[in-house]
């Protein structure tokens, strides 16, 4: 199957520091990923779809300026999340669809811990 | 109200047995319905999906899909220990591909 690569794995940060998470399909071109969110024991939430060329667009809730969103080529989709607080500690997956099918390839999330 | 409700369990079962996992919907523009399995801080991985009301089968698991009551379902036959993970059911609206996934059930088959 495709894959979808994610990076870093994990990360620590201090609180009001900014924090890039990359989102790479490696064998496949995604004019569209997806990138979610997940507290534990919590089921994915829909943060925002990522456009390549374009603006991303957010789910409802999601502020759009703390979570700065780029999909600069259509294998790179690029999260920030800016001015870390201890609450944006989470789980953050990525998704990616090949050639527009209803398959959706996840990479394997990060992990981020803001202290 | 969610539009997708699944039971977050857990669900302890003994190797062998059937498993029956289940979800309700209640939004009618999913087009597409899938299953997904995430172990311990680990990415989704895909096992199946469906397009129309009936059954699909892949080697021991079974998905069900009746979209008259908006209820999927899938079932493991001959379960094993290390089907032991998160089971996410998920509605796809094919204009947009966005996936709304069920909060999850947690399985364990215990040796």
């Known amino acids: 199957g495709a894959v979808v690569s994610q990076h870093p794995s994990r990360v620590i940060c201090k609180s009001g520091t900014s924090v890039k998470i990359e989102c790479r399909s490696l064998?496949?071109?995604?004019?569209?990923m997806f990138w979610y969110r997940q507290f534990p024991k919590q089921s994915l939430m829909l943060m925002a779809t990522?456009?390549?060329?374009?603006?991303?667009?957010?789910e409802q809730g999601v502020e759009k300026d703390k979570f700065l969103i780029n999909h600069a080529s259509l294998t790179l989709s690029t999260l920030t999340v800016t001015s870390a607080h201890p609450e944006d500690s989470s789980f953050y997956i990525c998704?990616?669809?090949?050639?527009?099918?209803?398959?959706?390839?996840f990479g394997q999330g990060t992990r981020l811990t803001v202290v | 109200q969610k539009e997708v409700e699944q039971d977050p369990g857990p669900l302890s079962v003994p190797e062998g047995a059937i498993v029956s996992l289940n979800c309700t919907y209640s939004n009618s523009a999913f087009q597409y319905f899938m299953w997904y399995r995430q172990y311990s801080r680990k990415g989704p991985e895909l096992l199946m999906y469906?397009?129309?009301?009936g059954n699909k089968e892949d080697g021991r698991f079974t998905a069900q899909v009746d979209k008259s009551s908006k209820y999927i379902s899938l079932f493991i036959r001959d379960s094993q220990p290390s089907d032991s993970a998160t089971y996410l059911c998920a509605g796809l609206m094919d204009s947009s591909y966005k996936l709304i996934f069920g909060s999850g059930t947690r399985l364990l088959v215990r040796p």
């Open positions: 064998d496949f071109q995604a004019t569209t």
């Open positions: 998704s990616a669809n090949r050639d527009m099918n209803t398959e959706a390839f």
């Open positions: 469906t397009y129309s009301s």
């Open positions: 990522s456009n390549e060329g374009s603006k991303a667009t957010y």
